[in-house]
């Protein structure tokens, strides 16, 4: 068996290229909507007890699945929160627990990110020494 011909090595990294870049794109518009959720769970706890703040948020999933590109997430008033005294509806329970949630989806991005780069890194190595 002969050594790879050059266009065979050019048309491997060409696909690992255009796999990474697809993979890159969705990761980045994950990790665009976890910033956009932080900050606004980061907002809701800040106004925990500002008279008749409402909490916001996104839709996570809907916002990940409809990937629209470069619009801005939809930011939504979550229904069937108790409304306290002063119009505030922040539960600082279920903001703690999106934040806890928002920490394990980016470590998780960020897993999936790192392997994606190691198996790139593994391809062009393997031209190299090809």
């Known amino acids: 068996m ?3 011909l050059a266009s065979e090595l050019g048309s491997a ?3 690992a ?3 990474f870049d697809a993979i890159g794109g969705q990761l980045e518009r994950y990790l665009d909507l976890l910033s956009v959720r ?3 769970v980061s907002s809701n706890i800040a106004n925990a007890d500002t008279p008749g703040y409402k ?3 996104i839709d996570f999933h809907f916002e990940f699945m409809s990937q629209v590109e470069g619009g801005q997430p939809n930011v939504i008033e979550p229904e069937g929160l108790p409304v ?3 119009g505030n509806n922040v539960s600082l329970d279920r903001e703690a627990r ?3 949630e928002n920490a ?3 470590q998780f991005a960020a897993g999936v990110l790192r392997a994606e780069m190691r198996a790139l890194k593994s391809a062009i190595q393997e031209g190299k020494n090809g």
Request: aromatic content about 4%; proline content about 4%; cysteine-free.
């Open 2 to 4: 002969g050594l790879p």
């Open 13 to 15: 990294r060409a696909s």
């Open 17 to 19: 290229k255009a796999m």
């Open 38 to 40: 932080q900050k606004l």
């Open 55 to 57: 909490t916001r948020d």
């Open 84 to 86: 306290k005294n002063d």
């Open 98 to 100: 999106l934040l806890a």
């Open 104 to 106: 394990i989806r980016f």
